[in-house]
């Protein structure tokens, strides 16, 4: 089985006749015969036939199976011959938590490949656990996570820290300085930040409080911050950098919180196969980027 024969059943099958394969591919129409038979001759089946009295050719069951095994065929090969063409040692490759690639990430991203254009980026949202398996793999060159721990192999070293706000939709009446024992946990969009507002949370809502919601994506909270009506007295607790982000776009309010969780610390990782140059040029940007922002102290 080769790609000729893929491209000419697929042909085939788009213009439903040999004459409209041979003219889309440039070739002669007994040369798209010969590829399809040496393609069913190797399958063992008939793909292709042309019923009496008819011109076009149609599927046969076994045709209409395989038009899926074809199309995937066609991707491994365009993917394979990527494989071939891409630069690899001049593509940064980088993972976040949902949290810090949403609202901070896209500034970085720009100032990265404008500063360095010879070289291309791709980016993996992830959990923090995530992150440490794919860069102790070597699929990811640098991640940023907020959760750490201990992996073989793998530098947690410290981004910065921020703190912890309130964001509270318009309907919400709260003062400028909030203590929890004033919030209405059935109003919460809780989002899973890290060990430590986890235990924060704990302490201050019983473990039979059910929240508004419960987010998995960074992404979703400003969309249900956007919703008018009933939802405008939810609150979430979020790190401030999202929450003035979020204030460009929707109409909540940002509120101190007394006695409130720890500050969010990001952290950032590097594996046993480094290439500092690409990751010192990001880690270069991101602290610019970072400093742009007073309520955040920065270790890099």
């Given at each position: 089985m080769t790609h000729q024969e893929i491209e000419v059943f697929l042909a085939a099958v788009r213009t439903g006749s040999l004459?409209?394969?041979?003219?889309?591919?440039?070739?002669?129409?007994?040369?798209?015969?010969r590829h399809i038979r040496a393609l069913e001759q190797e399958l063992g089946c008939v793909l292709l036939e042309r019923k009496r009295g008819q011109r076009r050719l149609e599927l046969t069951e076994q045709g209409q199976d395989f038009?899926?095994?074809?199309?995937?065929?066609?991707?491994?090969?365009?993917?394979?011959?990527?494989?071939?063409?891409?630069?690899?040692?001049?593509?940064?490759r980088v993972g976040s938590v949902g949290s810090v690639s949403t609202y901070l990430?896209?500034?970085?991203?720009?100032?990265?490949?404008?500063?360095?254009?010879?070289?291309?980026l791709t980016f993996h949202n992830c959990h923090s656990w995530e992150a440490y398996q794919y860069i102790a793999e070597g699929t990811l060159d640098i991640a940023l996570i907020s959760d750490d721990m201990f992996y073989p192999q793998v530098e947690t070293i410290p981004a910065y820290r921020e703190p912890m706000v309130l964001a509270a939709g318009s309907g919400c009446e709260l003062p400028p300085r909030v203590h929890p024992s004033l919030l209405d946990p059935s109003?919460?969009?809780?989002?899973?930040?890290?060990?430590?507002?986890?235990?924060?949370?704990?302490f201050w809502f019983s473990g039979g409080a059910q929240p508004r919601a419960v987010l998995d994506q960074m992404s979703l909270l400003e969309q249900f911050f956007s919703w008018r009506g009933s939802w405008a007295d939810s609150w979430a607790a979020a790190p401030m950098s999202a929450a003035l982000s979020m204030r460009r776009r929707v109409?909540?309010?940002i509120l101190e919180l007394e006695e409130g969780p720890p500050e969010e610390r990001i952290f950032y990782l590097l594996g046993p196969r480094r290439r500092p140059e690409l990751t010192g040029a990001f880690l270069e940007c991101l602290r610019r980027e970072l400093e742009r922002l007073p309520h955040i102290q920065v270790y890099l």
């Open positions: 004459s409209g394969a041979a003219q889309t591919l440039y070739i002669t129409q007994p040369a798209v015969s038009v899926q095994v074809a199309e995937k065929w066609r991707q491994v090969w365009q993917e394979a011959r990527d494989v071939a063409r891409r630069d690899r040692g001049r593509t940064l990430l896209p500034a970085v991203f720009r100032a990265f490949l404008e500063e360095n254009p010879a070289c291309a109003r919460e969009l809780r989002l899973p930040w890290n060990p430590e507002f986890d235990l924060w949370h704990s109409d909540i309010r």
